[in-house]
């Protein structure tokens, strides 16, 4: 976002309306292209209706068109964040390892037994070799240290139920009020607090000049945001870029 001091710089509005025509034309293609799948996706499942649906195409297609993007090192285990399109199938895994690792260290793996058990009926069965397990994720060697950490978890517990208690009041409840009282739309509210809060914090901090000027870089940055995105707006509702 380019400036000129402090100002938003113009855009040159030919440049802009080839940009947002072409950008329509790759739109057009897009909506062709997803014309064309949903169209191949319907008819395969109407003619093997009795096995198969639409969605279950849809989730096919994207294992099998994602696998591998964004593996690291030749596997699905580790993910590169960088790369566009990601494996779909992947994240599930690497969650379940990690759960599995985490839950081993204190020997409470038993914790993921409704989850395995609910797989059984349809024939997935998830084997543990405890020798394996143990190797990359050794479990803590006396019982009292145990206790120890599942006493801090519980309690670890009881502060994150009211964390989302307290998150749901400011995002729900206040956010609402302050839609009811025609201030802000509620999915923008909380947007606005954080700045509200980062400017309170600022004045209780020992560094009150150095965040005080990180709020005001903030603050600025997003009225240049929303002045372009409100004039973007404007000229293309006004029909100037047509």
């Not at 293609?29 to 093997?48: F, G, I, W």
């Not at 399109?85 to 390892?97: G, N, Q």
């Not at 600025?220 to 973007?232: G, N, W």
């Amino acid at each position: 976002m380019e400036t000129q001091n402090g100002q938003l710089l113009v855009a040159d509005l030919d440049e802009i309306r080839e940009l947002l025509d072409e950008s329509y034309d790759v739109t057009k293609d897009k909506r062709k292209e997803s014309a064309e799948m949903n169209s191949l996706a319907k008819a395969t499942a109407k003619q093997h209706k009795t096995w198969i649906s639409k969605k279950d195409l849809m989730k096919i297609k994207d294992i099998i068109h994602y696998k591998e993007r964004g593996w690291v090192n030749g596997g699905p285990l580790e993910k590169d964040p960088d790369v566009d399109y990601p494996d779909k199938v992947s994240p599930i895994f690497i969650k379940l390892l990690e759960s599995f690792m985490a839950l081993n260290r204190v020997g409470k793996v038993d914790e993921l037994n409704p989850y395995i058990d609910a797989m059984i009926p349809y024939g997935i069965n998830i084997s543990v070799n405890q020798d394996s397990l143990d190797t990359h994720a050794p479990k803590m060697n006396k019982e009292v240290e145990i206790n120890d950490v599942m006493n801090t978890v519980k309690q670890m517990g009881r502060h994150q139920a009211k964390i989302c208690e307290l998150s749901d009041i400011i995002s729900k409840e206040d956010a609402q009020q302050a839609e009811d009282a025609n201030w802000i739309p509620k999915g923008e509210y909380k947007k606005v607090y954080d700045l509200y809060e980062k400017i309170r914090d600022a004045k209780n901090s020992k560094n009150e000049d150095s965040a005080a000027d990180k709020v005001d870089d903030k603050y600025q940055d997003q009225m240049l945001k929303m002045t372009q995105v409100e004039r973007a707006w404007t000229q293309v509702y006004n029909k100037e870029l047509l």
